[in-house]
């Protein structure tokens, strides 16, 4: 039987909003996005939004109620809502999303394990986490963040898999350089929270330079592609 959850996501109705951002995180990954599409936790749709007239048959798994009717008002034809955690269906999709949704997973090498039979020949898994387990702090607590990410700690994970190819990528360090100050201050990261996201966004066409000019040897945040 698998879990439905009342998760509220609050956090996102400030991320959702955080749009070079999550253009950031589109760019990254819009390559690699082709066939059928498994998309896990993608809450109120702003990725599938982003890709759902660039792929085949999509299968969107999520566990939340709360976020049911914004996806229903985004979906096609070809789309398949499923108010479910990942159910593996072995060979079947092409592509496999897993963006911020990984460290909220508590037996994340058990749902990779299903990811990966789910996963056709040369098909493309794509995960996104938050990166660096010492930028963990309240924030990631309160949101249901089990951990954060290196490419080592995921690297362990991928290896227990047979994958012809895996590109581990940080990016955002001028999110990383925030997100070490806030963690290390005792200021309420609540307080102007909607201020400091608008703030952060706003940088974010800098952080893309600054991750070029670093090869992107650090970074908020980490995306990992895996090639079966």
């Known amino acids: 039987m698998t879990k439905k959850i009342n998760y509220d996501g609050w956090e996102l109705?400030?991320?959702?909003?955080?749009?070079?951002?999550?253009?950031y995180q589109f760019d990254l990954i819009?390559?690699?996005?082709?066939?059928?599409?498994?998309?896990?936790?993608?809450?109120?749709?702003?990725?599938?939004?982003?890709?759902?007239?660039?792929?085949?048959?999509?299968?969107?798994?999520?566990?939340?109620?709360?976020?049911?009717?914004?996806?229903?008002?985004?979906?096609?034809?070809?789309?398949?809502?499923?108010?479910s955690n990942f159910i593996e269906k072995p060979n079947y999709y092409d592509t496999i999303?897993?963006?911020?949704?990984?460290?909220?997973?508590?037996?994340?090498?058990?749902?990779?394990e299903k990811a990966y039979e789910s996963l056709k020949k040369n098909g493309c898994l794509i995960i996104n986490v938050p990166a660096f387990q010492h930028l963990y702090s309240q924030f990631d607590k309160d949101i249901n963040h089990f951990r954060r990410y290196s490419k080592s700690s995921l690297a362990k994970l991928t290896n227990n898999f047979d994958f012809n190819k895996v590109d581990f990528k940080y990016y955002d360090s001028i999110g990383y350089m925030l997100s070490l100050a806030s963690k290390n201050s005792k200021l309420d990261y609540k307080k102007n929270f909607s201020i400091k996201i608008k703030v952060w966004d706003k940088l974010i066409n800098f952080?893309?330079?600054?991750?070029?000019?670093?090869?992107?040897?650090?970074?908020?945040?980490?995306?990992?592609?895996?090639?079966k």
């Open 30 to 83: 819009k390559k690699s996005l082709k066939g059928r599409v498994a998309e896990i936790g993608p809450g109120n749709g702003i990725f599938f939004d982003k890709y759902k007239n660039i792929v085949g048959d999509v299968d969107l798994y999520e566990p939340s109620i709360n976020f049911l009717k914004n996806l229903e008002s985004k979906k096609k034809d070809n789309t398949k809502i499923i108010n």
């Open 13 to 23: 109705e400030f991320f959702d909003k955080a749009n070079n951002f999550r253009n």
């Open 207 to 227: 952080s893309r330079i600054v991750d070029l000019l670093i090869f992107n040897k650090v970074g908020k945040s980490l995306i990992v592609k895996c090639i």
């Open 97 to 112: 999303l897993y963006l911020d949704v990984f460290e909220h997973i508590e037996d994340d090498s058990l749902e990779l």
